[in-house]
């Protein structure tokens, strides 16, 4: 991917682009999975735009961290002992990130990292280690005026597996279908709509099942510029989880009911982000 950039921004007058910013969210909601409440989100990225940001190259990282453990802990939560809270255990997360956007055509690759004791590549069989994504998706907005998006996400490296009947680890290839549509609303709100689906037996579903639609969300934010120097945004968000979704998960649990993962099927999330 890095090659294929340098070739095209060779060909065209390129110029030099970077983004940094943080988000506080009141829960970590990742395509329709509880990952943990009160989050610190910091992101940064540096790149290149040309033919008027039709082409984009990014290269950066995102991470996060939760307010009940600002330090990297190591190992697995252990459900004996004392004070233990399933809502409250946080593995920090760090994700790597490359993108090349093509006229709305995106191609990116993601390698995701949990602090827990493992190694930052983790293999077939590790548990708990870290993945690899590949990601292919089109905007409709840069040709078009529509808010049209659609893409796909699937896991080709890391611990990503199920285990067949004789016991055997097999690549799960877990991948994610995103379809939305954001308007632009007066005032500078915008409003999300996003449709989220697993095509086969993946992590979305506990490895378990085939195709299952995950991830029903609404998205509602308001922006301000401050002086061209950066950007606030204040945003909420809910979702539905429609997998195994019945009568006792399909509310929103309190403190100390185990919620992680697609256990709950209810989420939802506010924040506060800035950017320069």
Known sequence: MVV??????SASAAEFAYEAGAEVVSSYIWRGLYNGGLSLQPT??????????????????????????????TGQPNPDAEGYNPNTYFVPEVDIIASLQLWGLTLGATHYYYFGGTPFWSGLEDEGGSQTEVQIGYHFGTLTKAGLYFNWYSIVAGNDVYYTDAHEAKRAWSSYIEIGYDFDLPHDITLGLQ?????????????????????????????????DVCEI????????????????????????????????????????????
């Open 195 to 227: 449709v989220g689906m697993t095509p086969w037996k993946s992590l979305y579903t506990d490895y378990e099942g085939g195709f299952a639609v995950n991830n029903v969300s609404v998205r509602l934010g308001k922006s301000w510029d401050i002086n």
């Open 4 to 9: 294929m950039a340098a070739t095209v921004l």
């Open 44 to 73: 940064a990225s540096i790149g290149f735009n040309a033919m008027d940001e039709k082409i984009q190259f990014r290269i950066g990282a995102w991470g996060s961290v939760g307010a009940s453990d600002w330090k990297f802990r």
């Open 233 to 276: 945004e204040l945003f909420g968000s809910g979702s539905v989880n429609t997998y195994g979704i019945n009568k006792d998960n399909c509310i929103v649990r309190e403190a100390g009911d185990y919620k992680l993962g697609g256990v709950q099927k209810l989420n939802g999330t506010i924040g506060l982000g800035f950017w320069f």
